[in-house]
């Protein structure tokens, strides 16, 4: 199968991944969360929501690890959680986002990335594919085998 050319690839090292699991009644307290995180300058180059089977939001980010004492801190406080179970955190990922910019019109794109990584042993954190781009979070430890493993499906400019 010819490899599929992309634009750019561009990994953030030093990010921590954090899995968040709020009730539905405290979901009106995340506008202030962020507010802060943002008047703090804490950016968040990934994040995703979604909900389980009985209602409750999961929220998916990572940030840089040098932030997590404080962002951990701020979800706890605001969201009033226990200090063990209501935050999963994932220190030493990295975040490696690739740009199409035409991901829309190729089918299997995500089936590709998910078998070429496996194939390499790669445990994913999360993936997220648009029209344009994919970004997926994985073990710093293993960034090198990712990106063997992305070199074989897709034609990656020189740095």
């Known amino acids: ?28 307290f995340l506008p202030p969360i962020f507010y802060a995180l943002r008047e703090e300058g804490i950016s968040l180059p990934f994040i995703v929501q979604s ?33 063990s179970k209501a935050i999963e955190v994932r220190k030493g990922v990295v975040l490696i986002t690739l740009y199409g910019p035409h991901f829309g019109e190729v089918p299997g794109i995500a089936s590709r ?17 648009s029209l344009n781009s994919a970004l997926l979070v994985v073990l710093l430890e293993f960034l090198t085998h990712s990106l063997r493993a992305l070199n074989r499906i897709f034609e990656i400019p020189p740095q």
Do not use: C, Y
């Open 51 to 83: 909900v389980d089977r009985n209602g409750n939001f999961i929220l998916s980010l990572a940030i840089s690890q040098k932030d997590l004492d404080w962002v951990r801190a701020a979800f706890q406080e605001g969201l009033d959680l226990p200090q």
């Open 1 to 28: 199968m010819a490899k599929i050319k992309i634009h750019n690839l561009f990994s953030i090292p030093d990010q921590a991944f954090l899995t968040i699991r709020v009730e539905e009644k405290k979901v009106e």
């Open 113 to 129: 990335i998910f078998s070429a990584l496996a194939g390499e042993g790669v445990e994913i954190l999360a993936l997220s594919a």
